[in-house]
């Protein structure tokens, strides 16, 4: 099964408004981490969080840890058309000595001009 | 700069064909992996490599090989392909525990 639940699964909100998304896992991990995903393209690394960080920005980004919900939230502000996009998030955990990054099932955001 | 290289990006195949989905990385990554993106499943960890000669089975192994001779190469074979393996497949290298970088993707259809 998969590690990481995101929700709400598809988001769809004004330009100018703020998106957020949350994620939510369920074992101990290292990092976790955003990705995004335009249409039929790779994903491309948004931040990462360390599990001893709470907080952490990138420019209108805002990314959220509570290790103790096991949960993350990605806050991205002033929303624009063009970030229309799938966003993942991931987590990093070691297992048998060795890390695997275990996807969540994403969160499709339409953001209307 | 390549960054990570996946071929092919289309490939049709029939039920039982074998095929072999190349991935290559110029960033000298330890660490590697192949995914497969379904609608609605997000990605699904198939097998990961975190040095040369050292491969691991992730969360969908089942009817894939993998194989690491090298840092950069981490090809996936698929041995006798079923309709169920119709996906998306992505690569991605990292230092780990650092973020991943993605290929563009490898859209196999199997009949």
């Known amino acids: 099964s998969q590690q990481g639940e995101e929700d709400p699964q598809a988001l769809s909100i004004q330009e100018g408004e703020n998106a957020t998304m949350n994620c939510s896992y369920k074992t101990s991990i290292n990092n976790l981490q955003w990705y995004r995903q335009n249409s039929g393209r790779g994903l491309v690394h948004l931040i990462l969080i360390r599990s001893n960080e709470r907080e952490k920005h990138s420019g209108r980004l805002r990314v959220t840890l509570d290790t103790s919900k096991k949960s993350s939230s990605l806050l991205i502000t002033a929303s624009r058309a063009a970030d229309t996009a799938s966003y993942f998030c991931a987590t990093a955990r070691t297992t048998s000595g060795t890390y695997k990054y275990i996807f969540g099932t994403g969160t499709r955001l339409k953001v209307l001009a | 700069n390549a960054g990570v290289t996946q071929t092919p990006k289309f490939q049709v195949l029939k039920t039982g064909q074998s095929m072999t989905l190349q991935c290559a990385q110029d960033?000298?990554?330890?660490?590697m992996s192949w995914y497969r993106q379904d609608p609605g499943m997000g990605l699904r960890l198939i097998h990961y490599?975190?040095?040369?000669?050292?491969?691991d089975q992730g969360e969908v192994p089942n009817g894939y090989n993998v194989s690491r001779s090298t840092t950069e190469d981490f090809p996936l074979r698929l041995l006798s392909a079923a309709p169920s393996q119709t996906s998306v497949y992505f690569c991605a290298s990292s230092y780990v525990p650092g973020e991943l970088f993605f290929g563009e993707g490898s859209r196999l259809t199997v009949l």
């Open positions: 490599s975190v040095g040369a000669g050292i491969t």
């Open positions: 960033m000298n990554h330890e660490y």
